[in-house]
């Protein structure tokens, strides 16, 4: 069975400083793992997804790596900023059967 | 355009009665789930569709009937409404190939 588990379960900046996020999965048999953000009282947003074979995807300030073979992938926000608080769900896409198996999130404080 | 929309956004009810929530999506879209956050903001899947025929039940109580009259919509209908059901329920759907998923707004639920 796949578990999924965010480290740290919150995290307080100031803005300008760099942001590291960890998700780690027990079961590396993946498709996919997609990066989310969700705001308070509001749905998911898809930041990024990485495919199986792929080892990092970028956008914008946005970087995720993922070491299938570890079971883990970080999200790196650069240049933090106060817009970037949010929670940032990561979730792991099996490789037999179509469902996302999400970790517990992290939630991000960016401080002006 | 709202991708994948979910009605209503905010449902309260008296425990024993039944509700419906709907959504659809207009991504073109072949598989589309549901999911439930409860209060510890915790998302895992219930149910999910390809192309209007059930793929997965994840040992959801037969309360909760989802059904898809086309691979646009997938509703879901909760009969005898029970204080544990309270939480927000999220539509989604995802892209072939890629499965990319896409989440709507959410439905919060309060049973009373």
């Known amino acids: 069975k796949q578990e999924v588990t965010q480290i740290p379960a919150a995290l307080s900046v100031p803005e300008g400083e760099n942001l590291v996020l960890n998700c780690s999965f027990t079961?590396?048999?993946?498709?996919?793992l997609q990066w989310f953000r969700q705001d308070p009282g509001k749905g998911l947003t898809s930041l990024l997804l990485?495919?199986?074979?792929?080892r990092e995807q970028t956008s914008g300030r946005l970087n995720a790596s993922l070491d299938k073979s570890s079971g883990r992938s970080t999200l790196y926000i650069a240049a933090s900023q106060p817009g970037d608080s949010a929670t940032y769900l990561c979730?792991?896409?099996?490789?037999?059967?179509?469902?996302?198996?999400f970790g517990g999130g992290t939630r991000v404080l960016v401080k002006p | 355009d709202t991708a994948v929309s979910q009605t209503p956004k905010y449902l309260v009810t008296q425990m024993g009665n039944d509700k419906s929530i709907k959504c659809e999506q207009n991504?073109?879209?072949?598989?589309m789930y549901w999911y439930k956050q409860d209060s510890k903001k915790f998302l895992k899947i219930m149910f999910s569709?390809?192309?209007?025929?059930?793929?997965i039940n994840e040992t959801v109580p037969n309360r909760f009937s989802p059904k898809s009259p086309d691979k646009a919509h997938l509703n879901l209908h909760i009969n005898s409404l029970e204080l544990g059901d309270s939480a927000v329920y999220f539509c989604?759907?995802?892209?072939?190939?890629?499965?990319?998923?896409?989440f709507g707004a959410g439905t919060r639920l309060s049973v009373l």
């Open positions: 989604a759907s995802s892209q072939e190939g890629t499965r990319r998923a896409y």
């Open positions: 079961d590396s048999a993946i498709y996919n």
């Open positions: 990485i495919q199986s074979s792929q």
């Open positions: 979730a792991v896409n099996k490789a037999a059967g179509n469902k996302l198996t």
């Open positions: 991504l073109g879209h072949d598989t």
């Open positions: 569709y390809n192309n209007k025929e059930l793929i």
